[in-house]
């Protein structure tokens, strides 16, 4: 076969979308032999899947995304300005989130609700300070910044979600370098409160006997070291 168990013909992408839409999200990063097998196929209106030595007619529509100017791209060399052309027919342009601050707490509100369902918890909403600070944030990673902080919040609040449950990093600094999987040192509870990682580690074990992670890799277990700092392994 033509790849690691290739036993039995399984349609691509483009067959799969025929007489429909494919969408290639962050085309930007496709690689320059990638751009020109796309090309090839938006011209001819043709293909030959991996492993056959026939084309394959196809006819679709092609719609792509991508968070980085492709004209920007194109004047650099990083991107085909055939194909550029190609694809720029009719271009949309969705304003950065903090160019549309309408939609924050909207969105803010729609992330908490499903974080709730996805681990059955009961976080009612956000506090007022809360809420004047994901108005006031920059948001450099956008829609998907926003959903991974207030994932976090829901997991580390109690009944709301308060402004010191927010991750928010300040963009204009670089945010300092720490290990990936593991941690030296662990912060001191303030003024006789619980700290972050006192709190981390009671939302974790009691989520523990409910995680279920899918995926080829199996599951994740999460250990504790001798100083009670979870490690994910």
Same mark, same amino acid.
């Given at each position: 076969?033509?790849? #690691?168990g290739a ?10 979308? /025929?007489?429909? #839409? ?33 084309? +394959?007619?196809?006819?679709? !529509?092609? %719609? #792509?995304a ?14 085909? !300005?055939? %194909? ?12 950065a ?15 908490l609700?499903? #974080? ?12 007022a ?9 920059? =948001?450099?990673?956008? +829609? ?6 207030? !994932?976090? /919040?829901?997991? +580390? ?39 972050? =990682? ?11 006997? !409910? ?7 199996? /599951? ?8 009670? +700092?979870?490690?994910?392994?």
């Amino acid at each position: 076969g033509a790849f #690691t168990g290739a036993e039995r013909k399984k349609p691509g992408k483009f067959t799969l979308a /025929a007489q429909g #839409t494919l969408f290639l999200d962050e085309i930007a990063n496709f690689p320059h032999a990638m751009q020109a097998k796309v090309l090839r196929a938006l011209q001819d209106r043709r293909f030959y899947p991996l492993g056959g030595t026939q084309p +394959v007619e196809v006819d679709i !529509r092609i %719609l #792509t995304a991508t968070n980085v100017p492709l004209r920007e791209k194109v004047l650099a060399s990083e991107f085909r !300005r055939d %194909l550029y052309h190609r694809l720029n027919e009719f271009e949309i342009r969705v304003p950065a989130l903090r160019e549309r601050k309408v939609d924050i707490l909207h969105l803010a509100r729609r992330f908490l609700r499903l #974080t709730n369902a996805e681990l059955e918890k009961h976080v009612l909403g956000f506090s007022a300070a809360a809420e004047e600070a994901l108005l006031g944030h920059s =948001w450099p990673g956008n +829609v998907r910044e926003l959903r991974n902080v207030v !994932r976090r /919040a829901v997991l +580390v609040a109690g009944g709301e979600v308060k402004l010191e449950d927010l991750a928010l990093l300040d963009d204009r600094r670089p945010a300092p370098a720490r290990p990936a999987d593991t941690v030296d040192q662990v912060p001191e509870p303030l003024d006789g409160k619980k700290s972050l =990682w006192d709190m981390v580690r009671e939302e974790v074990a009691d989520l523990e006997p !409910r995680a279920r992670v899918a995926g080829g890799a199996g /599951a994740e277990r999460l250990e504790r070291d001798d100083r009670g +700092v979870g490690r994910l392994e």
